[in-house]
């Protein structure tokens, strides 16, 4: 193992004990151990534990062997082979096998990571297509769009650091019959809409005129009806109204993501309309589809059961699910995505199943080279704990929900009379990083699976396991080598002279585990794609950290307030719990300030 890299602890030790295992019972080779972190506050069970001899008891009795757990387990610790990161193993309980990490790796670990900054844990690099956000052009972009905009830019960030290609995709709906009312309704309302930019202003209420004059008006109707073949057969002016449509949700949407720090790349739906022409000769051509009452549909399943996919209506039209067909096959065979990634509500669960199963009956996806996500999330709750809605019960516009975080953010920070401290410019960065901060953290601090409800009072708490008392905590452990009176800004040169990182305190000792834990916790999240993980892991190394900061003296002070001894050793700890964090913080979309 080179013990100059950011290894995954956890993946070291399942190797490590799969080949014990598979010394020890040449019958069992092939069984991958079972490795688990411990509890760092309950360290006598030793940092991390192997919990595989209790089932492997069970496997080897029904081939007729019979030996204790515990048997089992000092078989496989005789087994193990020598490694620089483990101290040592004993076999506890009923067949535990606790495992001590060897200090001498941690501190040459935390060197290492002081000197080349947080790197990455090795693994293979893929080619990942992540389809985040994805609002629907003229209608408004809702909290549900806001928690796919949050959770896919984290998603985006960590499989960046991972070394991975990840391609941001904003699937936008800009496809669809909508468009042919909005667009007859515009030729009426701008009629000189081909020699200027026609000033719409507000979308939602336009959208909400054309669609009054749908229902009511059978000409209008008609005339809307007929905009949509032209638009689809690609008629030039059809096409310039409904670009100009666009044009205004694209340019609402991208002030939301500036603000947020969200980068996406915008292939709507009617990207597809050639390939979504393609793919239904394709789907033919095997015969997948089946009439249905004038309709085209395609089972996902062979045996015809749930529900089947409308590939083409009977008018003729196109529908979600076509062009979700189209754009699977786009991403597998052109831009060559080996991983596709979903981040869309719950509710869309069985679509996305149904999308890929019907792809793999189809040929287009093969699960043996590709991989395929729904990183599902539950709905956003008000206070109240019913759908999160304006009081006046309207969907919530984001821009106003952004701007309600901003003046709370600075309401608390009046509060603790910041403005005294900080000048205006600091307190404005203050502000602006706690308000999207806590937006940002209270969503992905929560398991994304579960619902979740939006509360400013919760999410601005300066206690607990929230963005504020990260964005806090954050800036006193930086805050630690400026104040101590020394020059820290090269860390190697420190290093260099001599001083030594001997976490001889069992604080030290603690802090400097809970630090190379990273990357089994980014290991982790790229399997489940769980970033409340990487909250929790936040959380724990800043109060880890506290318990080292109130146990250990990094600077002594004398009765006059004179520093008296700086201990370069653990300032070099804070540096590298502040770059840990400051990693993750990324990841978050966190933006600390060096001023709070
Ligand atoms: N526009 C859709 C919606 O607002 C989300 C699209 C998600 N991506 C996809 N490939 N279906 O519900």
Redesign the pocket.
Known sequence: VAVNEMISITEHLVDLFTNAIALAFPELAGTQAIISPVNANAAKFGDYQCNSAMSLAKTLKAAGVNKSPRDIANEIVKNVAQSPLVGKTEVAGAGFINVFLQKDYAVRAIDTLLRKGVNPPACRKQRILV??S???IA?QM?V??LR?TIIGESICRLLEFLGHDVLR?N???DWGTQFGMLIAHLEDRFPNFLNESPPIGDLQAFYKESKKRFDEDEAFKKRAYNCVVLLQGGDANSTKAWNQICDVSRQEFQKIYDRLDVTLEPIG?SFYQSRMIEVVKYLASKNLLEEDDGRKIMWADESSSGIPLTIVKSDGGFT?DT??MA??RYRLEEQKAEWLI????S??ST??QN?YRAAERAGIFNPKIHRADHVNFGVVLGEDGKKFKTRSGETVKLSDLLDEGLKRALDKLLEKERDKVLTPEELKAAQESVAYGCIKYADLSHNRTNEYVFSFDKMLEDRGNTAVYLLYAFTRICSISRNCGEDFSDLAKILDSGTAIDLAHEKEWKLAKTLLKFPDVLVKISKDLLLHTLCEFCYEICTVFSEFYDNCYCIEKNKSGEIVKVNRGRILLCEATAAVLKQCFYILGLKPVSKI
């Open positions: 389809d985040f994805s609002p629907n209608k809702h549900g769009h796919s995709v699937h936008l709906g739906e979600y062009s979700d754009a699977i979903y981040v869309v509500d509710g869309q679509h996305l999308i």
